[in-house]
């Protein structure tokens, strides 16, 4: 429904604010209070409300956003407690939502949006959104303003709707005015609306300006600069079963049940999110769901022929995004997927992002979409890692030191320069992979002669000189917004990221980051090696390198300590049976679980059960309850299984455990 030209509360409705102060977001779902922004302070509110705590996993499993809003912000657990019981949401009346800074961090889920929507919202406001999560507000319809806005709405005014669109590019701008993405793509079919073109001129453009030019229908060349909308074409995408259902359930609600997608022979769809879920207690409940999550992908699937990349006998063929590097995406392609991991196929010289259902519904149906450009910021990378350092350090320390200060908010990440070349593709799809983390928009690597070497190992008979022709490298002169940073990767230590301080107010998070050999002792439970960022070939090899070393010095995996490594691919886990990898994990304690996310989304084996539970993990995000309610340090696959056999976090250096039985008394004898 578009919105009016006017935006006033509605008499009768009111307006949540998601205090600091939980006892104060109790008494205003019993109905005991109403406040007003006159009476708080930005700081009073909830920062970094992330889309898990929005709608946990569990919530996911049903599609139908009116069940969804049933049990909107079920992850805000304050002493064990849900703050908000079942329908709470629903039932205070609300049509406002206030909060305090970055809100909707975390998962792409657009299932957060909906859970606000179904429940009555229409204007959500922040100092600040995420930037998926702030496009699925627009996608959905629902209006975002800042503090002053809800001020001023509390004050009686009427704020024209144009205020709303401010700050965003002239078709999103137009996008808010339809009241969301489908009555914006049924105006447009319609010859209702008209949209502007940009005029911009020639000028030396960055590695996904190119990319974007090169996607504008139309004679080119093309030209574009930050902040222009531009409608592109979409060379491939894919969904999950953890997103697909709501995919279809849109398409078939908004186009009827005999809906077609565009270019089926370039979508896919993955069954890995889920896929062991059986496996975890607390999931038992909801398998029901999940089967029914798994039904309506394989009808998406068969109705629409899109590549199926199904499970068989029970194994999912790996993890959507690593999949999708290794068999799909292509130098130059301009990719869009429902998971915000999708920024990992930028290794493969491509600009890739993730978006919510509803886009994600759209965009296939239309066969195009319309982007804002980005800003980008780049990274210059000189010298080479030292051993026992990997690319999982370089992200860590990049998260601290130009995630956290917003440098590289909703900006493309450009990774180039001679420290390229020190790093194989595998190292470099764990920096595109964490982009997310960094709330940038996407990253993407220069392509290289490893490149070529790699493109043409894992795909047999690829033709590499049409591959060379669509691949992009920056313009000389081409403007970084982010600016332009040299790291020198033999600067790098091992690093973490730690879990934060709740008691504190430091909230877990992937930017915390600090030199593992400067946090002292902290003894662990559970060490995992796995996940899109870390399930990786050369991950896997590096997760052998400490486990051989460990083993040959007659060691086991610690006391106390459960050891668990998930291939992030089938051809991965091939590799690794293959090459006596396995034999060596056996041999150590480990065990070994098949591809998939498992864990990482807390449906799989290595999920803490307790709150007092410490995990040492390989993943991407350590945001509070994501793999169960224990505390989560991030760290790279070395450090992962070094900590695994001395039974608190530890950084490896080569030859640690070579030392003589004189010195390994802390170690655990086999
Ligand atoms: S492994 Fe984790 S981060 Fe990666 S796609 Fe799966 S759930 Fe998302």
Same mark, same amino acid.
Request: charged share 25%; glycine share 10%; aromatic share 8%.
């Given at each position: 429904?578009?919105?009016?030209?006017?935006?006033?509360?509605?008499?009768?409705?009111?307006?949540?604010? &998601?205090t600091? %102060?939980?006892e104060? *977001?109790? $008494?205003?779902?019993? /109905? #005991?209070?109403?406040?007003?922004? =006159?009476?708080?302070?930005?700081?009073?509110?909830?920062?970094?409300?992330?889309?898990?705590?929005?709608?946990?996993?569990?919530?996911?499993?049903?599609?139908?956003?009116e069940?969804?809003?049933?049990?909107?912000?079920a992850?805000?657990?304050v002493?064990?407690?849900?703050?908000?019981?079942?329908?709470?949401?629903i039932?205070?009346?609300?049509?406002?939502?206030?909060?305090?800074?970055?809100?909707?961090?975390?998962?792409?889920?657009?299932?957060?949006?909906?859970?606000?929507?179904?429940?009555?919202?229409r204007?959500?406001?922040?100092?600040?959104?995420?930037?998926?999560?702030?496009r699925?507000?627009?996608?959905?319809?629902? &209006?975002m303003? %800042?503090?002053?806005? *809800?001020? $001023?709405?509390?004050? /009686? #005014?009427?704020?024209?709707?144009? =205020?709303?669109?401010?700050?965003?590019?002239?078709?999103?701008?137009?996008?808010?005015?339809?009241?969301?993405?489908?009555?914006?793509?049924?105006?447009?079919?319609?010859?209702?609306?008209e949209?502007?073109?940009?005029?911009?001129?020639?000028?030396?453009?960055?590695m996904?300006?190119?990319?974007l030019?090169?996607?504008?229908?139309?004679?080119?060349?093309?030209?574009v600069?930050?902040?222009?909308?531009?409608?592109?074409?979409?060379?491939g995408?894919?969904?999950?079963?953890?997103?697909?259902?709501q995919?279809?359930?849109?398409?078939?609600?908004?186009?009827?049940?005999?809906?077609k997608?565009?270019?089926?022979?370039?979508?896919a769809?993955?069954?890995?999110?889920? *896929?062991?879920?059986?496996?975890?207690?607390k999931m038992?409940?909801f398998?029901?769901?999940?089967?029914?999550?798994?039904?309506?992908?394989?009808?998406?699937?068969?109705?629409?022929?899109?590549?199926?990349?199904s499970?068989q006998?029970?194994?999912?063929?790996?993890?959507?995004?690593?999949?999708?590097?290794?068999?799909?995406?292509?130098p130059?392609?301009?990719?869009q997927?429902?998971?915000?991991?999708?920024?990992?196929?930028?290794?493969?010289?491509?600009?890739?992002?993730?978006?919510?259902?509803?886009?994600?519904?759209?965009?296939?149906?239309?066969?195009?979409?319309?982007?804002?450009?980005?800003e980008?910021?780049r990274?210059?990378?000189?010298?080479k890692?030292?051993?026992?350092?990997?690319?999982?350090?370089?992200?860590?320390?990049?998260?601290?030191?130009?995630?956290?200060?917003?440098?590289?908010l909703?900006?493309?990440?450009?990774?180039?320069?001679?420290?390229?070349?020190?790093?194989?593709?595998?190292?470099?799809?764990?920096?595109?992979?964490?982009?997310?983390?960094?709330?940038?928009?996407?990253?993407?690597?220069?392509a290289?002669?490893?490149?070529?070497?790699?493109?043409?190992?894992w795909?047999?008979?690829?033709?590499?000189?049409?591959?060379?022709?669509?691949?992009?490298?920056?313009?000389?002169?081409?403007?970084?917004?982010?600016?332009?940073?040299?790291?020198?990767?033999?600067?790098?230590?091992p690093?973490?990221?730690?879990?934060?301080?709740?008691?504190?107010?430091?909230?877990?998070?992937?930017?915390?980051?600090?030199?593992?050999?400067e946090?002292?002792?902290?003894?662990?439970?559970?060490?995992?090696g796995?996940?899109?960022?870390?399930?990786?070939?050369?991950?896997?090899i590096?997760?052998?390198?400490?486990?051989?070393?460990?083993?040959?010095?007659?060691?086991?995996?610690?006391?106390?300590?459960?050891?668990?490594?998930?291939?992030?691919?089938?051809?991965?886990?091939?590799?690794?049976?293959?090459?006596?990898?396995?034999?060596?994990?056996?041999?150590?304690?480990?065990?070994?679980?098949?591809?998939?996310?498992?864990?990482?989304?807390?449906?799989?084996?290595?999920?803490?059960?307790?709150?007092?539970?410490?995990?040492?993990?390989?993943?991407?995000?350590n945001?509070?309850?994501?793999s169960?309610?224990?505390?989560?340090?991030?760290?790279?696959p070395?450090?992962?299984?070094?900590?695994?056999?001395t039974?608190?976090?530890?950084?490896?250096?080569?030859?640690?455990?070579?030392?003589?039985?004189?010195?390994?008394?802390?170690?655990?004898?086999?």
């Open positions: 429904m578009k919105p009016p030209e006017t935006i006033r509360l509605t008499p009768g409705k009111r307006v949540l604010f &998601l600091k %102060d939980p104060l *977001i109790r $008494r205003q779902l019993r /109905g #005991e209070l109403d406040l007003r922004m =006159e009476d708080l302070k930005v700081e009073d509110l909830l920062d970094d409300i992330n889309t898990d705590a929005m709608t946990p996993a569990w919530v996911c499993f049903s599609h139908r956003p069940d969804i809003a049933r049990d909107a912000y992850g805000l657990i002493d064990g407690k849900r703050l908000f019981e079942r329908d709470a949401l039932n205070g009346n609300f049509e406002v939502i206030v909060s305090g800074y970055r809100k909707g961090v975390g998962s792409s889920r657009e299932t957060a949006v909906q859970a606000e929507k179904w429940s009555g919202i204007i959500a406001i922040a100092a600040s959104f995420a930037p998926i999560h702030a699925n507000n627009i996608s959905q319809g629902v &209006l303003g %800042d503090h002053e806005v *809800i001020h $001023r709405l509390q004050a /009686g #005014e009427g704020i024209p709707l144009e =205020e709303f669109c401010d700050g965003w590019d002239p078709i999103t701008r137009i996008v808010i005015r339809q009241g969301g993405l489908f009555p914006f793509s049924k105006a447009l079919a319609a010859g209702e609306i949209l502007p073109k940009p005029h911009t001129g020639p000028r030396p453009m960055t996904a300006e190119k990319i030019a090169r996607h504008m229908s139309g004679d080119g060349p093309h030209y600069k930050p902040g222009d909308a531009v409608v592109v074409s979409v060379d995408g894919y969904s999950h079963e953890f997103t697909t259902a995919v279809h359930y849109f398409l078939e609600q908004e186009y009827g049940p005999d809906y997608v565009k270019n089926p022979a370039k979508l769809v993955f069954e890995d999110h889920l *896929i062991y879920a059986d496996e975890v207690p038992r409940v398998l029901d769901k999940i089967e029914t999550l798994r039904q309506l992908q394989r009808e998406f699937q068969a109705h629409t022929g899109v590549r199926n990349f499970a006998n029970g194994v999912s063929p790996g993890i959507c995004h690593e999949v999708a590097r290794e068999e799909l995406v292509e130059g392609d301009f990719i997927a429902t998971d915000s991991h999708t920024c990992m196929g930028g290794v493969n010289n491509a600009l890739a992002w993730g978006v919510g259902s509803t886009e994600y519904a759209d965009l296939i149906y239309q066969g195009f979409t319309q982007v804002e450009v980005p980008s910021i990274f210059e990378l000189t010298g890692l030292q051993p026992g350092v990997t690319a999982k350090d370089l992200m860590l320390y990049i998260l601290l030191n130009h995630a956290r200060p917003q440098a590289t909703d900006r493309v990440m450009e990774f180039a320069g001679p420290g390229i070349a020190t790093l194989s593709m595998d190292e470099r799809a764990t920096l595109t992979n964490m982009a997310t983390e960094c709330a940038a928009k996407t990253a993407i690597v220069i290289d002669d490893e490149t070529w070497r790699w493109l043409a190992e795909r047999p008979g690829v033709d590499i000189e049409r591959l060379k022709a669509r691949a992009v490298a920056p313009d000389e002169g081409a403007e970084y917004g982010g600016g332009i940073h040299s790291i020198d990767l033999s600067s790098l230590r690093m973490v990221a730690h879990p934060g301080d709740p008691d504190h107010g430091v909230p877990s998070d992937p930017t915390n980051g600090a030199w593992v050999d946090i002292g002792d902290v003894p662990i439970d559970i060490a995992y796995g996940s899109c960022t870390a399930g990786k070939i050369d991950d896997l590096f997760y052998h390198q400490v486990v051989k070393e460990a083993v040959d010095a007659g060691l086991k995996v610690a006391p106390g300590v459960r050891f668990m490594i998930q291939c992030g691919s089938r051809a991965v886990e091939r590799f690794v049976w293959e090459n006596g990898l396995a034999d060596t994990f056996v041999r150590a304690g480990v065990q070994l679980i098949h591809p998939g996310c498992g864990a990482c989304i807390g449906c799989g084996p290595g999920v803490s059960e307790t709150a007092g539970e410490v995990t040492v993990s390989a993943i991407n995000r945001y509070k309850g994501r169960g309610p224990g505390k989560l340090w991030l760290a790279s070395l450090t992962v299984a070094a900590s695994a056999f039974g608190k976090i530890t950084a490896y250096t080569p030859g640690m455990f070579q030392k003589t039985a004189a010195e390994r008394p802390a170690l655990s004898p086999a």
